[in-house]
T-cell receptor, first 113, second 114 residues
Framework: QQQVKQSPQSLIVQKGGIPIINCAYE??????FPWYQQFPGKGPALLIA?????SEKKEGRFTISFNKSAKQFSLHIMDSQPGDSATYFC????????????FGQGTELSVKP | KAGVTQTPRYLIKTRGQQVTLSCSPI?????VSWYQQTPGQGLQFLFE???????NKGNFPGRFSGRQFSNSRSEMNVSTLELGDSALYLC?????????????FGPGTRLTVL
């Protein structure tokens, strides 16, 4: 119940394409869903986050879509660039769970020029 | 504003030894969480500290411990190191543990156990 399942494990797209990364959860007590981007040798960097009372959120080229009834959420990267090549993690946090994020397994994205 | 800092960045230890890692949160942030990142298990929550008190704990053995000081800086300690403890240890800070405060990660400490 505490798991967050992320897919695909890896993804290759051409520059300008729209990679989509999906996550699914079981625990209905989760109420905060962030996405992190991690480059080799660096810590994860917060990209964008959403709460379940919102179905979509956009920040720059990054969009989260959230489907509360299906318990799924996804990250879309518009007009992807080679500099977006990184590992992306979805995560979830329960009410009153403070800093305890439950992470998906990660998606390694490669954007080809 | 300076980000989360972690020291040291790299450590090599041998089995049976103990190790202490340090984390300084973003100025003004009072909550510090620790995570272990490995290729096999991914990112796993270790524990969280707020106001010098452990507020939440993950599923790790008692060899993993931590503390927080009055200036919000935090340390984590791993005793009797095992080969499987080789990992990237990440610290994240947030303003408080309440609400949906964003968490910001440091660069991590890469621990290698030989």
């Amino acid at each position: 119940q505490q798991q967050v399942k992320q897919s695909p494990q890896s993804l290759i797209v051409q520059k300008g394409g729209i990679p989509i990364i999906n996550c699914a959860y079981e625990n209905t007590a989760f109420d905060y869903f962030p996405w992190y981007q991690q480059f080799p040798g660096k810590g994860p960097a917060l990209l964008i986050a959403i709460r379940p009372d919102v179905s979509e959120k956009k920040e720059g080229r990054f969009t989260i879509s959230f489907n509360k009834s299906a318990k799924q959420f996804s990250l879309h990267i518009m007009d992807s660039q080679p500099g977006d090549s990184a590992t992306y993690f979805c995560a979830a946090r329960g009410r009153n769970q403070g800093g305890k994020l439950i992470f998906g397994q990660g998606t390694e994205l490669s954007v080809k020029p | 504003k300076a980000g989360v800092t972690q020291t040291p960045r790299y450590l090599i230890k041998t089995r049976g030894q103990q190790v202490t890692l340090s984390c300084s949160p973003i100025s003004g942030h009072r909550s510090v969480s620790w995570y272990q990142q490995t290729p096999g298990q991914g990112l796993q929550f270790l524990f969280e500290y707020f106001s010098e008190t452990q507020r939440n704990k993950g599923n790790f053995p008692g060899r993993f411990s931590g503390r927080q000081f009055s200036n919000s800086r935090s340390e984590m300690n791993v005793s009797t190191l095992e080969l499987g403890d080789s990992a990237l240890y990440l610290c994240a800070s947030s303003l408080t543990p309440m609400g949906n405060n964003e968490q910001f990660f440091g660069p991590g400490t890469r621990l290698t156990v030989l």
